[in-house]
């Protein structure tokens, strides 16, 4: 069972800069395809970027491109999301996730990230 913790969230002006770690215990995520997703008050939670697990081939949500980027760490148990120029509309519940195919099989329990204005 992988067991996935997420840190790093916290309150930032708008303009400033966060960077989640996600870190696998018991398990290695070596094999998994590995994201990031939020979900704002009363909204649906959202992807936002993945990896995979070479680490080669990313994919960002629109509103992340240019912004954010996610990564790997050298020992591949560790994922990262650094967050950059942040708005107050990335204001949400940030969750680390991981997956083989189609549909997620962990997630984390998520690390709030505010942005104020």
């Known amino acids: 069972q992988v067991r996935l913790v997420e840190s790093g969230g916290g309150l930032v002006q708008a303009g400033g800069s966060l960077r989640l770690s996600c870190a696998a215990s018991?398990?290695?995520?070596?094999?998994?395809?590995m994201g990031w997703f939020r979900q704002a008050p009363g909204k649906e939670r959202e992807f936002v970027a993945s990896?995979?697990?070479?680490?080669?081939?990313?994919n960002y949500t629109d509103s992340a491109k240019g912004r954010f980027t996610i990564s790997r760490g050298n020992a591949k148990n560790t994922v990262y999301l650094q967050m950059n120029n942040l708005k107050p509309e990335d204001t949400g519940v940030y969750y680390c996730?991981?997956?083989?195919?189609?549909?997620?099989?962990?997630w984390g329990q998520g690390t709030q990230v505010t942005v104020s204005s």
């Open positions: 996730a991981g997956w083989v195919r189609a549909t997620i099989d962990y």
């Open positions: 018991e398990y290695t995520i070596s094999n998994l395809r």
């Open positions: 990896i995979d697990w070479s680490a080669i081939t990313t």
